[in-house]
């Protein structure tokens, strides 16, 4: 009994400390995931930009996937629901929601853009209030009203221009596919591994972003080599290896803690920001970002409440 015990306790640890690191990386990876889309952005067009970098993080995947599929580790494809649930989370995460990003960020800066995607969590619980009968507690409706007073300060941060609007809606719109994506991927972890779903996202991103293959093409023809390198980087990293990192997350912690720590994204990418593109949001934008994520959390709170 006290051997078991043991081994127990010094297993459980290890468990834990790789889930914290896997979302440690998880969280630095998409943050410097919006100071790379800004960098490049005026090389590649935003369906260009997400082609070539879907492409990079599949075939980087496959040098995983491939071999494993033809060893003794082979894994089945999804079928039925589960295959229907990954096909639309591929499109919309993977494919429509790096368009959207990637449009956004031609008109707001990279921290902007980060606390707007932040929005995430509150349209999950709205939509679970919608269609999942969760209701629309006191929480829900205050956490609302103090998000959508954020998303209000940070439009009229900027210029005061139709493109900086544009952009937040951009960003908002591509919040809203980030929540559904979550909310698709999520019934998926408990048979699908963290590998193959992320594997998978991919390649439908790929395959949804076809028509942008000609703007791909002429494009970097006439990019530079420091374009193309972060194309390269956004595909390697941000996608292939932090998407990987957080669906591990996913599976061992639960959706709750792993969409908490992705509230550092914003400050990380808005300190990124500051350091390699030299933009900060402006100080009403700051002050509306942070009445995004305090909306956030006002919706995240109703969960413990009953309890």
Request: glycine share 12%; hydrophobic share 55%.
């Amino acid at each position: 009994m006290t051997t078991s015990t043991d081994q127990t306790s010094t297993q459980t640890p290890v468990v834990r400390d790789l889930s914290l690191a896997a979302l440690g990386v998880t969280v630095l990876l998409w943050a410097s995931a919006f100071v790379g889309i800004r960098a490049v952005g005026e090389t590649f067009s935003p369906g260009a930009l997400s082609l070539g970098r879907l492409l990079v993080a599949a075939l980087a995947l496959s040098l995983l996937y491939v071999p494993r599929q033809l060893g003794a580790r082979r894994e089945p494809l999804p079928r039925g629901r589960t295959a229907a649930l990954i096909l639309a989370y591929g499109v919309l995460w993977f494919g429509a929601y790096n368009v959207a990003l990637n449009a956004g960020e031609l008109h707001v800066d990279a921290g902007t853009a980060a606390m707007l995607v932040q929005l995430g969590p509150i349209l999950i619980a709205v939509i679970a209030g919608l269609f999942l009968g969760e209701g629309f507690p006191a929480t829900l409706v205050a956490g609302l009203a103090v998000a959508f007073t954020g998303v209000t300060l940070i439009a009229l941060g900027g210029d005061g221009s139709d493109n900086d609007l544009k952009g937040v809606l951009l960003c908002v719109l591509a919040a809203v596919l980030y929540a559904a994506g979550v909310l698709l991927q999520k019934p998926v972890m408990g048979s699908v591994s963290p590998l193959q779903v992320t594997w998978l996202g991919c390649v439908i991103g790929v395959v949804a972003c076809l028509p942008f293959a000609g703007q791909l093409v002429s494009e970097v023809r006439d990019a530079s080599a420091g374009a193309i390198l972060g194309v390269v980087y956004l595909g390697v990293f941000p996608t292939a290896l932090a998407f990987t990192t957080w669906a591990y997350a996913l599976r061992r912690v639960g959706a709750g803690p792993a969409s908490a720590t992705t509230y550092l994204v914003p400050a990380i990418a808005i300190v990124l920001s500051w350091i390699l593109l030299a933009e900060v949001p402006t100080a009403l934008g700051l002050v509306g970002g942070v009445l995004c994520l305090v909306g956030v959390a006002l919706t995240r709170m109703r969960r413990r409440a009953p309890r």
